[in-house]
């Protein structure tokens, strides 16, 4: 099996946004990514400048290094990126979930696999206009598909501003039957007061167009830690 790109492990530490907030995990963040989004806030596992800071790893050391991480206790593995779907993680889930582990999976749904029905959870974030990126909803949709019944999908939209909150609103149209969470957005250095009044914002626009079905969330490890690296 080749070896993954891995630019960290760390942990255990709390899921920081989507359907799994709050849930103790440990991170593994995979190296290397097909978009180049404007607000990035993990540059050093997107861009090719830094891959000699990237650590290739087999599986069996990845699932040997979460252990190491949890005291040898089932946990659950978040993995991110980057785009973690440019990788064959198929191993390491296997191997994982022979050890206990449970895995989710974060991607902007550019990349559909046919792994992604091995995944306890899958979040697909499609990324709105203020990333500069554009949507292949085909794509978004292939990986749902994908999927499967097996593994809980939802959708995650991070909202920075009035556009990417109609875009929001057509990713739940196009997929109604996923679960769907809005994320605010927060710019670099955003304090407690920054994101609470982004959050009353976007629950305003959510109260004016009687959008009840969608989940409103600040990112938790920003309010906890700021933009600090390795939490």
Known sequence: MKPIPISEIFGPTLQGEGALIGTPTVFVRTGACDYRCNWCDTLYAVLPEYKHEWTPMPPAQIVEKVLELSGDNPILVTISGGNPALHDLEELLELGHQQGLTFALETQASKAKAWFEKLDHLTL?????????????????QCIALAGPQT???????????????????????????????????EAGAD??????????????????????????????????GNKRGV
């Not at 909202?159 to 739940?172: G, Q, S, T």
């Open 125 to 141: 974030s499609p990324k709105g206009p203020s990333s500069g990126m554009a949507t292949d909803w085909e794509a978004v949709g």
């Open 152 to 186: 809980q999908t939802s959708l995650k939209v991070v909202v920075f501003d009035e556009e990417d909150y109609i875009f929001a609103r057509e990713a739940h149209t196009r997929f109604p039957q996923v679960p769907f969470f809005l994320q605010c957005g927060t």
């Open 192 to 225: 407690g007061v920054q994101i609470r009044e982004k959050t009353e914002w976007l629950l305003s626009r959510v109260a004016q167009d009687g959008w009840f079905d969608a989940v409103i969330l600040p990112q938790l490890h920003v309010l906890l830690w």
